[in-house]
RNA sequence: CGGGAUGUAGCGCAGCUUGGUAGCGCACCGUGUUCGGGUCGCGGGGGUCGCAAGUUCGAAUCUUGUCAUCCCGACCA
């Protein structure tokens, strides 16, 4: 391709409204412009990038044994109420209506759609196991777009749906899958750590991430989660799905009798620990949620912070968040209490469930409140002056240097980007959907399923993160859009025009994607754009071809060897 | 949903305090010059100043509303 042709636009600053580097970037050197918030143009340099993760992503999958299809983008509602999810998907669902006044979705996944065609089309054991994926845009109606590709409304995404007829079938699709996807990030030029996450509400089934860790180069914290790890046994998590052991702590506050104590104005847990002298571990912390519209109230250490996605777990919750002061006081009055944030307890809270934390049990002699204004009661033990509730799970953030619960060793944390995500379904919409096959035995069993998505553009975008210089992008050479550009540094000079013209052709006849900048630039300029683009190899021919030799610069090492046009060729060719 | 900030040419910005009919750099067009890391000069084209009301003889500038964008937060009691 000759860059005086080629559709690109590079900007001299960044765009003043990007945060992260692989948005600035992007959109600097010309790749993407945005349409709307969240939403991308990919101009043609950003389009062969794209093409290319997705041929990475097709050559594993369809390795994998899957095979590839194209949904629709819209899709009806009535699948969705047949699943359930019509009414809890929530805002993110972009719906709409046809002209019939038919209600209609973006597809945000396909879940639904897959399990219709999977319902029509398979009723026999025989027929399984099936992995069926495409390759598409996603819409999701964000709360908050940012960070241009890394979070977008619309999106590419490549998702496969696996059917089994048992479990042991869905552990072998897994297995392939979670293979499949580290080769894939591999190829891409990205390590990635597969990482145990959240499974949404739906018991005992098994999920997990494939993160870029971005941590060490972070000008702008582009990671979006909080990856926890240990270096011994290689446990990792997602901060949503971390479980850690503790550190000894203080549990016994050693009063001798339990006593309602005035704790003025202690709204927070520092302050009350401040004001008692108290270690913050001895304090039983109760926050109010609203988990699906209902109340709940979670009791933790006073020095231990809720993670929400477990404690909506335990209620098998699609959505959550803290209850607002005027909730609290409904709550209050609904009970025959006046307390107000800071002093609510469990004891006798009506209409509200209470689960607590597995760090409460040990608690003796502590602190806890009991829905009395400026009111605590210190010293008080489980059985005796409270109830230890009888829901007990784990709804605890972990934290750094807690114990790794295989191994004891302490816990990191890093930032990382999720760029795959690997998880088995069950049985949640075969079931809903009455999709099933007749098994072995003559019975009539619904699929197993697990579902298995990448995000083509983030991935992109996290190959941007952590492959760039103060110069602009370093493309791994996997998916870089051209492999090699040719720049002659002067287009008055007749030798070094036809010299670069001619290795151009002998590249482009040997199929290497090549550009050469045949553009009436001064030298600067053409280097500049070949940096800030980020193509792997940079062939420059200059003053020195008088002596038959060009300059070869790995742009990633930034090695630079003077070789002849002929063996400049040849490099490129025998990569 | 709450808070903050910002909307002036494709991009980055000034002008707004103190109203008087819009400017700079980059990019673009023409021309000359220069030629190995974003040359220098001359000449040009391009903007109903986010939108809508209001105040005023007159509004980019003041007032109100509205929309959009970016950031932070979404309450850890």
Redesign the pocket.
Same mark, same amino acid.
């Given at each position: 391709m000759r860059m005086s042709k080629l559709f690109v #636009?590079? @900007?001299?600053?960044? %765009? =003043?409204?990007a945060?992260v580097m692989s948005h600035k970037l992007l959109v600097r050197a010309g790749y993407i412009r945005k349409l709307?918030?969240?939403v991308y143009n990919y101009l043609p340099l950003m389009w062969r990038v794209l093409k290319k993760i997705e041929n990475i992503v097709r050559e594993e999958m369809d390795a994998a044994g899957a095979q590839e299809i194209l949904m629709p983008f819209v899709q009806p509602s009535e699948l969705w109420i047949e699943s359930g999810r019509w009414d809890v998907y929530g805002k993110e669902l972009m719906r709409l209506k046809d002209r019939h006044n038919r209600e209609m979705c973006l597809g945000p996944t396909h879940e639904e759609v897959i399990t219709s065609i999977a319902r029509e089309g398979i009723h026999s054991y025989k027929q399984l196991p099936v992995n069926l994926y495409q390759i598409q845009s996603k819409f999701r109606d964000e +709360?908050? %777009?940012?960070?241009g590709l890394l979070r977008g409304r619309e999106f590419i995404m490549k998702d496969a749906y696996s059917f089994d007829c048992d479990e042991a079938g869905l552990d072998k699709s897994y297995e392939i899958m979670a293979k499949a996807y580290k080769k894939i990030f591999e190829r891409c030029g990205l390590e990635t750590k597969m990482v145990q996450s959240d499974s949404g509400a739906i018991g005992g089934s098994v999920s997990h991430e494939f993160m870029v860790l971005v941590n060490e180069n972070s000008e702008n914290n582009a990671g979006e989660n909080d990856v926890f790890y240990c270096t011994k046994c290689g446990y990792s998590a997602n901060s949503n799905h971390a479980v850690s052991n503790l550190a000894e702590a203080e549990v016994d506050g050693k009063f001798k009798f339990a006593k309602i104590t005035d704790t003025p104005e202690?709204? =927070? $847990?520092?302050e @009350?620990a401040d004001f008692l002298k108290i270690p913050a571990s001895i304090i039983c *912390?109760?926050? $109010?949620?609203v988990v699906d519209g209902k109340y709940v109230a979670a009791l933790i250490r006073?020095d231990k912070? &809720?993670e929400?996605t477990k404690l909506m777990n335990v209620f098998a919750g699609n959505d959550i968040?803290? /209850?607002?002061?005027d909730e +609290?006081e409904e709550i209050m009055n609904n009970s025959g209490f006046n307390a107000v /944030?800071?002093? +609510?307890g469990p004891k006798g809270l009506k209409g509200v469930e209470i689960v607590a934390d597995n760090t409460v049990k040990d608690l003796k002699n502590f602190v806890i409140?009991i829905n009395q204004k400026d009111k605590h009661l210190v010293g008080a033990n489980w059985g005796v002056d409270v109830e230890l509730p009888q829901r007990i799970a784990d709804i605890r @953030?972990a934290e750094e240097n807690d114990k790794c619960i295989e191994c004891s060793a302490p816990l990191k944390v890093t930032k990382g980007i999720e760029v795959g995500n690997i998880f088995k379904l069950g049985t949640k919409y075969s079931k809903a959907m009455n999709a099933t096959f007749t098994d072995k035995d003559g019975q009539e069993k619904p699929f197993i399923m697990g579902c298995y998505g990448i995000g083509i553009s983030r991935t992109a975008a996290a190959a941007v993160e952590r492959h760039h210089d103060e110069?602009g992008i370093i493309w791994p050479l996997s998916i870089a859009p051209y492999r090699v550009i040719v720049v002659p540094? =002067?287009? #008055?000079d007749e030798t070094q025009m036809s010299v670069a013209e001619d290795i151009y052709n002998k590249l482009s006849e040997a199929n290497v994607e090549v550009l050469i900048d045949d553009r009436a630039e001064?030298?600067? &300029?053409k280097? !500049?754009?070949?940096? @800030?683009i980020g193509i792997p190899f940079r062939i420059?021919?200059? *003053?020195? +071809?008088k002596d038959n030799l060009v300059?070869f !610069?790995n742009r990633s090492t930034g090695e630079t060897i003077t070789i002849t046009p002929q063996e400049a060729v040849e490099k490129i060719l025998n990569l």
């Open positions: #636009q590079t @900007l001299r600053e960044f %765009p =003043s409204d945060e709307a918030n969240g +709360i908050r %777009p940012r960070f202690t709204t =927070s $847990i520092n @009350l *912390k109760c926050l $109010i949620y006073g912070a &809720v929400e968040r803290i /209850a607002r002061n +609290i /944030a800071g002093f +609510i409140g @953030l110069n540094v =002067s287009d #008055q001064r030298a600067g &300029v280097l !500049k754009d070949a940096d @800030l420059t021919v200059g *003053k020195t +071809i300059e !610069k």
